[in-house]
């Protein structure tokens, strides 16, 4: 197989994983009559969004990078704000 054609699934990987993110959240929305964000969508966006940062940095398309890095650096910071506030709700006996 071609390095180019490993490159394109790779793509397209990511781009199915950071896509199945919304069908997680219309799911999840759909199953409590209401909109909500569920902890897998920030999961999913993580995921999708590293594999297509590292097919942006493979492709060197400066755009794509800053893009994709930049929605890591949110991902990352939505996981970090559940699990404080998760923990908080420990700690007050919730």
């Known amino acids: 197989m071609k390095d180019t054609t490993v490159w394109i699934m790779i793509g397209f990987l990511g781009q199915a994983l950071f896509s199945a993110r919304f069908i997680i959240q219309w799911l999840a929305s759909e199953r ?16 999708g969004s590293a594999v ?37 709700s420990l700690d007050n006996g919730e």
């Open 32 to 47: 409590a009559r209401r909109s909500i964000v569920p902890k897998a969508f920030w999961y999913f966006s993580l995921a």
């Open 52 to 88: 297509l940062l590292s097919y942006a940095i493979h492709r060197a398309d400066p755009v794509f990078i800053v893009g994709q890095a930049s929605g890591l650096f949110i991902y990352l910071r939505n996981l970090y704000l559940i699990k404080v506030e998760h923990r908080a």
